[in-house]
């Protein structure tokens, strides 16, 4: 059975930042393209950013750009999301999704339960 | 970036009857690049329809996918009341990924 599990949510002043974690099993993980998405409080989904299946392609919503960077280490099966600069406005549940094929920019088959990030004074 | 946008924002069903969910695209979306999600409260979302009409693994076939270009449908053809929930549709395309706002499907 494939399982996602986030970790590394929590509280964080503006302008901080923080290091989420996914870590994947039950599949051979560098096979598959990942994607981070996240959906504030009471709203709808965004997709944040999202990585290939050898972590050479990646991509990052023009709202996280310069802020966040996506990257995976296949020899550990676990997928990262480095937030810098954060702001109230990421203050969401953060979802680790993956996709069905190596490349990164197509639907998501199977996603973790998520971690929460909370940016306030 | 194409901008996804679903109708109606809330639906008002009962059980056995039919949803019929709409998601309208600002530019020309290849069908094989839209999908649908199913969203419970305090859960995940969870994929139902790819490819526009294609059926994930254990989705019931109540659920079925349709359209092209511009303008895709979700159909529960009878409704159960564990499909009370919130459905987005997604088109991906490798320059642009976007969902639509959602619809809330609610019991009547």
């Known amino acids: 059975e494939v399982q996602l599990v986030e970790s590394g949510g929590g509280l964080v002043q503006p302008g901080g930042s923080l290091r989420l974690s996914c870590a994947a099993s039950g599949i051979t993980f560098s096979s598959y393209g990942m994607s981070w998405v996240r959906q504030a409080p009471g709203k709808g989904l965004e997709w944040v950013s999202a990585?290939?299946?050898?972590?050479?392609?990646?991509y990052h919503a023009d709202s996280v750009k310069g802020r966040f960077t996506i990257s995976r280490d296949n020899s550990k099966n676990t997928l990262y999301l480095q937030m810098n600069s954060l702001r109230a406005e990421d203050t969401a549940v953060y979802y680790c999704a993956k996709h069905p094929e190596p490349r990164h920019y197509y639907y998501m088959d199977v996603w973790g339960k998520g971690t929460t990030v909370t940016v306030s004074s | 970036e194409i901008v996804l946008t679903q109708s109606p924002g809330t639906l008002s069903l009962s059980p056995g009857e039919r949803a019929t969910l709409s998601c309208g695209a600002s530019q020309s979306v290849s069908s094989s690049s839209l999908a649908w999600y199913q969203q419970k409260p305090g859960q995940a979302p969870r994929l139902l329809i790819y490819g526009a009409s294609s059926r994930a693994t254990g989705i019931p076939d109540r659920f079925s996918g349709s359209g092209s270009g511009t303008d895709f449908t979700l159909t529960i053809s009878r409704l159960e009341p564990e499909d009370f929930a919130v459905y987005y549709c997604?088109?991906?395309?490798?320059?642009?990924?976007?969902f639509g706002q959602g619809t809330k499907l609610e019991i009547k």
């Open positions: 990585i290939s299946g050898s972590g050479g392609s990646t």
């Open positions: 997604q088109q991906y395309g490798i320059s642009t990924r976007t």
